[in-house]
Nanobody, 128 residues
Framework: QVRLVESGGGLVQPGRSLRLSCVVS????????MGWYRQAPGKERELVAT???????DYADSVKGRFTISRDNARNMVFLQMSSLKPEDTAVYFC??????????????????????WGQGTQVTVSS
């Protein structure tokens, strides 16, 4: 069973920095794309940043130049370094990973599937 656990959230003043971490545990074949999403009160969940296993990354326009996503594939972790934080960055931040896992049908035939997995979220509050 695959599990994602985030850490590193908290209360921080505007302009300061914070680093979020997410670790993947369990049993899987490969971890493909990993990313961070956030959801502010009364708003829909939105993409913050994604990192593909080959090192490429993509960011929401609102965080470009301020946030950096990185991966440690050896430790099955993804990080989000957040700098120059603004009050509008306040949200619950969720780790997401696209993971391939192996399974077996009741007939005994094996199969592989790819699913998206979510962590439980970590609160980030930017306020003076």
């Amino acid at each position: 069973q695959v599990r994602l656990v985030e850490s590193g959230g908290g209360l921080v003043q505007p302009g300061r920095s914070l680093r979020l971490s997410c670790v993947v545990s369990g049993s899987w074949l490969t971890v493909n794309k990993m990313g961070w999403y956030r959801q502010a009160p009364g708003k829909e969940r939105e993409l913050v940043a994604t990192a593909i296993s080959d090192g490429n990354a993509d960011y929401a326009d609102s965080v470009k130049g301020r946030f950096t996503i990185s991966r440690d594939n050896a430790r099955n972790m993804v990080f989000l370094q957040m700098s120059s934080l603004k009050p509008e960055d306040t949200a619950v931040y969720f780790c997401n990973a696209e993971i391939r896992t192996s399974h077996t049908y009741s007939s005994g035939r094996p199969y592989i599937k790819t699913d998206g997995y979510w962590g439980q979220g970590t609160q980030v509050t930017v306020s003076s």
